[in-house]
Nanobody
Framework: QVQLVESGGGLMQAGGSLRLSCAASGRTFSSVVMAWFRQGPGKEREFVAA????????RYTDSVKGRFTISRDNPENMVYLQMNNLKSEDTAVYYC???????????????????WGQGTQVTVSS
């Protein structure tokens, strides 16, 4: 089973950039879909981006398209979220997540992901 630890969050001004990292442990990392979710103040956790096990297919929520990029490095067991042109509405705790089924579809549903990290705070000041 995969275990996940996020890092890279912080305080940034609107228009700036941050890169989040997710370190994964476990021999099955290269066979599972990975995703980023976020939970803003007073909001429900929502899908941000996901990537298939080969890094060939990605999906994004509409509000981050063209600004965020998800990527993965399978030999290093890492997943990244490059966030550019940050907006105040991007303020949230960001979570890395892994699907538990091997070689599965790239989905956006919260319940499709069975393994979660502890989250990293991103705060964007306007």
């Amino acid at each position: 089973q995969v275990q996940l630890v996020e890092s890279g969050g912080g305080l940034m001004q609107a228009g700036g950039s941050l890169r989040l990292s997710c370190a994964a442990s476990g021999r099955t990392f290269s066979s599972v879909v990975m995703a980023w979710f976020r939970q803003g103040p007073g909001k429900e956790r929502e899908f941000v981006a996901a990537i298939d096990w080969r890094g060939a297919r990605t999906r994004y929520t509409d509000s981050v398209k063209g600004r965020f990029t998800i990527s993965r490095d399978n030999p290093e067991n890492m997943v990244y979220l490059q966030m550019n042109n940050l907006k105040s509405e991007d303020t949230a705790v960001y979570y890395c997540a892994a699907r538990t089924e091997y070689l599965s579809a790239v989905t956006t549903g919260l319940n499709d992901y069975g393994t979660w990290g502890q989250g990293t705070q991103v705060t964007v000041s306007s």
